[in-house]
């Protein structure tokens, strides 16, 4: 016999299949085989057809393409006899799926076949339907499943109620047809049939609101009823699973009940008690017992609120807590998880247990313990758990040191009860926790302690005491070093003792050996700079070191790093040749505005967005900026031209410091400072920043390009500077003389309305409801700016109140608002808002100018908000 024939048993192509040593053996043999059958096809064998569909089954479970035995499984479905029938639809099941058009042409046999008086070929029909059922099927075949749901063998109407399933999820609108069948499937006492009843019953609440109520309504008592049946019923051993009778009915009728308790008192009341009986009854020593327990504890916790029942099951994953199995730990954290937003106080009653969990090994546990530890902080109970965390922080493993330390953090700031237990946690993460604590944690830190006036001494004790066990850790480094610098004075003379206190002798020079041994050990570059920092400050304050602090200053005047390399350049200078204004250059650092922090922290807004309820803010180094827009980038345009430099909360101390590490940008026309390499004392000294515009005129004194010799040149200017033109003596010269002896700010440069050149008003918005005109003016020496005078019109018979203005605009486009005139917009265009905005376009004559704009206001107490976009802007800008 040829061994590929149609007449090839299936067991022998396995065979010769498995015999192959390679793919391409196998392919072969595949391909020979799949060839035969093509020919058994085309010769409508019919001794051979259910054979042949035997092997292409085993043919597509290996990979290969089968589609052309697909009308074969047709074929057979619509033959007499049942073992034809059978392959045909194991075939059907396995070849095709709904999205196949073919199953258009079996919705008949298959209907023919849920008709059949043998009850065998109706169940080939039913497993079929509710494996591949398609929306089209399902509305065709639906009266016939339903009609099945009542057949009289169980086993019939068991694979009816799965195939209904499939049906209402198809088709969510032929729910309706189901909830009678399904609530009599529910009084079965055959546990398979009231399985699948049961699962009928919960898919049907999930689709259908009117479901949900009517089952409600009709089948609460019969379903509690059923759960005490089983709970109570006698051993079985058709359905004992370790002990327990029928685990998979228990948390089937649990799921449904937690459905039906939702949102409806009286049918939680109603099930209070069997609740109970399962969670007390309930064997846990067993897996199956675990899995009910764990069902009961998610239906308590799902339906309306019994404060006794919630206690109980708090206990159990409590329980669940104390298990050695991992898994049982894990499902317990997430469920307390969800417990804790219904019953804190339940919760709190296993912190001890938590906190174990928070050391266990398993990665997994660790992470949602902490998590949960994290939301069971209160004022109560602050200190407790941080000091257990904190203990734990000093042995855990690195990997988990970064997760643990962001928590403690986070816990720290927001529930801290007073300033010195703040700086005293902070200070024992630091050095246990090392280079894990972020940056803008420890720049919060600083932050905190300008503020404590009362606790400088404390702090800077307490940090030198840190320091010198644990000078390794780069970040303790930093806030030591700083506090160093700013309250050197109170650490050698111990001033600011607190009550209990023990003082501690440091001498001058001790306090430079910290600083020297963090900028030798240390070589990062804002850890390096801002040592030079401090020893700067230390330089006017220890008298009696300052030569030695001016060596060791001279040794970076050589180094390869450009900044150091400036810094040390600069820091010379001034300790050799500028004593009558070093004591100014050097006072302490101003308290840090812990609001304005606190906002740039929580995240920063794209520059190119403005606001007209933007108020400047103060900030202290005395620059003053405007408060972040709540608008994001409405326009999501980007340039690749010109990179707009990003701020972050993370930054605030850098800027202070004047540690940039972003290139510095350079801007034609725009009226925004640029930082530079040169301009970092200024930015250090916090005394203001240096005017934008310069005259050709003007010496560029704060040029990147300028060598050793000039950054020395620009220092001697600090006292004695160089002869201006009266245009830039005028516009920078004084006011940059006020700034370096710190007694006044410099001035901003006024924007010339006067003699401009006048462009033609356009209508910017309009709707049924408002009016926005824009008026343009340039100033001829420079095209890149645009005045834009913007007039508001009501066009409604009632006031708008709260009038607020909103623009965003690309990234090449600098954009500045002025405050609006008001903020109420008279009725029926009497009157106007008016409100100028300053826009410049770094992009002049290449980009044209395109805005987005957002306006708010409240009309009879009801909050408005109308959007657009101008793109009509006129060439020229």
């Given amino acids: 016999m040829n061994p590929f024939s149609s007449g090839t048993r299936l067991r022998d192509m396995i065979r010769a299949i498995r015999a192959c040593k390679t793919a391409a053996e196998e392919r072969a043999v595949v391909r020979k085989e799949c060839a035969a059958i093509r020919a058994a096809i085309s010769e409508n064998d019919q001794d051979y057809s259910h054979r042949n569909l035997a092997k292409l089954m085993f043919i597509h479970m290996l990979g290969y393409p089968t589609h052309f035995g697909q009308m074969e499984c047709l074929k057979l479905i619509a033959s ?14 396995l070849l095709l799926d709904e999205r196949q058009e073919v199953l258009m042409l079996v919705t008949n046999s298959i209907k023919q076949d849920l008709n059949h008086t043998n009850q065998y070929i109706a169940g080939l029909a039913l497993c079929a339907l509710g494996n591949i059922c398609s929306a089209e099927m399902a509305r065709d075949l639906a009266l016939e499943v339903e009609r099945l749901l009542q057949f009289k063998d169980p086993n019939i109407r068991k694979k009816a109620a799965l195939c209904s399933i499939r049906i209402i999820k198809k088709v969510p609108e032929l729910a309706e047809n189901f909830v009678n069948p399904a609530a009599a499937l529910l009084k079965e006492k055959h546990h398979g049939v009231l399985l699948t009843g049961v699962q009928l019953c919960t898919d049907l609440c999930k689709v259908s609101k009117e479901a949900l109520e009517h089952l409600r309504k009709k089948c609460t008592d019969g379903l509690v009823k059923v759960l005490k049946d089983v709970v109570n019923s006698p051993y079985a051993p058709e359905y004992d699973v370790s002990g327990i009778a029928d685990p998979f009915l228990h948390i089937r009728l649990l799921k449904l009940l937690c459905l039906l308790g939702q949102g409806d008192a009286d049918a939680s009341d109603t099930m209070n008690d069997i609740l109970a009986q399962v969670a007390t009854k309930t064997e846990s020593k067993k897996n199956a017992g675990n899995a009910i327990l764990y069902e009961c504890v998610a239906t308590i916790m799902g339906i309306e609120d019994n404060g006794g029942l919630r206690v109980l099951a708090v206990n159990i994953l409590g329980k669940f807590l104390s298990s050695r199995d991992n898994n049982i730990r894990y499902v317990a954290l997430n469920m307390l998880m969800k417990a804790i937003a219904l019953d804190a106080q339940a919760v709190q009653r296993h912190r ?24 069971l ?27 643990l330390t962001a928590k403690i953090c986070s816990i720290v700031e927001k529930f801290s009860p007073e300033k010195i237990w703040y700086i005293d946690q902070m200070l024992k993460i630091l050095p246990a926790a090392g280079n894990h604590v972020k940056e803008e944690v420890w720049h919060a830190l600083i932050v905190v302690i300008t503020n404590a006036s009362d606790l ?17 850790q780069e970040t303790l480094v930093r806030v030591a070093v700083w506090c160093i610098g700013e309250y050197g004075e109170m650490l050698v003379n111990n001033a600011g003792m607190l009550a209990g206190e023990n003082p501690i002798t440091v001498t001058e020079s001790e306090a430079v050996d910290v600083v020297e041994t963090a900028i030798r050990r240390h070589l990062d570059l804002p850890t390096r700079s801002m040592c030079l920092i401090a020893l700067l400050k230390l330089s006017s304050r220890f008298s009696s070191c300052s030569q030695r602090i001016n060596n060791i200053v001279l040794h970076y005047k050589g180094s390869l790093v450009l900044e150091l390399q400036q810094r040390a350049i600069e820091f010379n200078s001034i300790i050799e040749k500028h004593h009558n204004i070093r004591s100014a250059l050097v006072e302490r650092m101003p308290a840090l505005d812990e609001a304005t922090y606190s906002s740039r922290r ?16 103060n900030l202290p180094n005395g620059v003053s900026k405007h408060t972040s827009s709540p608008l994001v980038d409405l326009l999501d345009l980007t340039s690749d031209d010109v990179t707009e430099p990003r701020s972050s909360g993370g930054d605030f101390l850098q800027d202070l410091l004047g540690v940039d590490h972003s290139p510095a940008l350079s801007r034609p026309g725009t009226n925004q400072t640029q930082k530079s390499s040169n301009d970092v004392l200024l930015d250090l000294l916090s005394i203001g920043t240096p005017p934008a515009q310069s005259s050709p005129s003007m010496p560029n004194m704060f040029s990147p390009n300028q060598d050793n010799t000039n950054s020395l040149d620009m220092l001697d200017t600090l006292t004695s500077p160089p002869a201006l033109s009266a245009q830039a003596s005028s516009a920078v010269g004084s006011s940059m003389m006020d700034l370096l002896d710190g007694f006044a700010a410099s001035s901003s440069v006024p924007v010339a309305e006067k003699n401009g050149l006048t462009l033609p008003s356009i209508v910017a918005f309009e709707s049924s409801s408002l009016r926005i005109t824009f008026n ?23 006031i708008y109140s709260n009038f607020t203005f909103q623009a965003a605009v690309p990234k090449f486009i600098q954009l500045h608002l002025d405050p609006a005139s008001s903020d109420t917009l008279s009725a029926s265009g009497n009157g106007s808002i008016t409100q100028k905005l300053r826009v410049t376009n770094s992009q002049h004559g290449k980009k044209s100018l ?20 101008i793109k009509n802007f006129p060439p020229d800008l």
Avoid: W
Wanted: aromatic share 8%; with cysteine; proline share 5%.
């Fill in 850 to 869: 395109v805005m987005r704009i957002r306006i708010g206001y409240k009309m009879n107490d009801k909050d408005i908000l109308e959007e657009g976009q």
């Fill in 602 to 617: 929580a995240g920063s807004v794209p520059a190119a967005v403005s606001t007209s309820q933007g108020a400047p803010l």
């Fill in 377 to 403: 902080v209160n004022e109560s109970n602050v200190k407790s758990l941080t000091k257990e965390l904190i203990d734990y922080l000093e042995v855990c493993d690195s990997e988990f040191k970064g997760d």
């Fill in 456 to 472: 400088h001494g404390y702090t800077v004790r307490l940090l030198y005491r840190a320091v010198q066990t644990a000078g390794e």
């Fill in 776 to 798: 343009f003016s340039k100033q001829p020496e420079n095209p890149q700016a645009t005045l834009i005078e913007a007039q508001f019109f009501n066009k409604s018979p009632n």
């Fill in 80 to 93: 007499p006899g049942f073992p034809e029938k059978r392959i045909g639809y194991l075939g059907l099941m």
């Fill in 352 to 375: 001890t247990t938590l906190l174990e969990c928070v050391k266990d090994s398993d990665a997994s546990i660790r992470k949602r313990a902490l998590d949960l530890i994290y939301l």
